[in-house]
């Protein structure tokens, strides 16, 4: 039998910034990039998956407890369809009620509560967070033997984004104990977690 999905956890009754994610991998990224004086600020809601951010984004906003949320913001990956993404950007803004243009990894001015979406990476290539995180690796020998198990698989992956991902899994299973990504991001022998790939996001978070 399935279990349920675990409820998001409750909204507080003081003023908080909502961040809105579509998975545990992003959730642990930016706790860790937040660092825990921003985090404390944060009420961070999972989805379970990229598709469902408008669904959830809809649900935050019948929740008694938005009219405390300062801010949201929502950390969501390109993946590898420029066009599908924003097409997505547009369906989470028009859930939390947000007219204004999409700029991103800036808050929409006006709104109330400010609503903000970052793109991962950058938010014009194509890629994940995975993207972030190739760019900080600690173990550039490493690195450098990966792209040559990469090079001699012959390029197996369809699209950009899954041949990332499968990139940094490679990375992570030669670590001296595999790690999964939300483990990883625990290591600091790693990733370099100050490394300037993830300063865009890291200002996002605190602008939050």
Known sequence: ???????????????FGLL???GGDEQKLCE???GP??????VCWKASGRADLPNLAKLATLDPGFGHARSVGVLLDMEDDLDGAHVLVERIRAALNVTAPFVHGTFAPGAAPKVGVFVSPDGQ????IDTLCKQAVRNPALASCVDT?????GQPHTTQARGMKGWLDAYLAMQ?????????????????????????L???LQAL
Request: with cysteine; net charge positive.
């Open 1 to 15: 039998m399935s279990r349920s999905p675990k409820p998001p956890p409750p909204f507080p009754t003081r003023p």
């Open 20 to 22: 809105l994610v579509e």
């Open 32 to 34: 860790t990039i937040a």
């Open 37 to 42: 004086a921003v985090w404390s600020g944060l």
């Open 125 to 128: 290539q194509t890629g994940s």
């Open 149 to 153: 198990l990469v090079a001699c698989a």
């Open 176 to 200: 001296r104990e595999p790690l999964r990504l939300h483990q990883a991001l625990e290591r600091p022998e790693v990733f370099d977690l100050n490394h300037a790939a993830f300063d865009p």
């Open 202 to 204: 890291r200002a996002f």
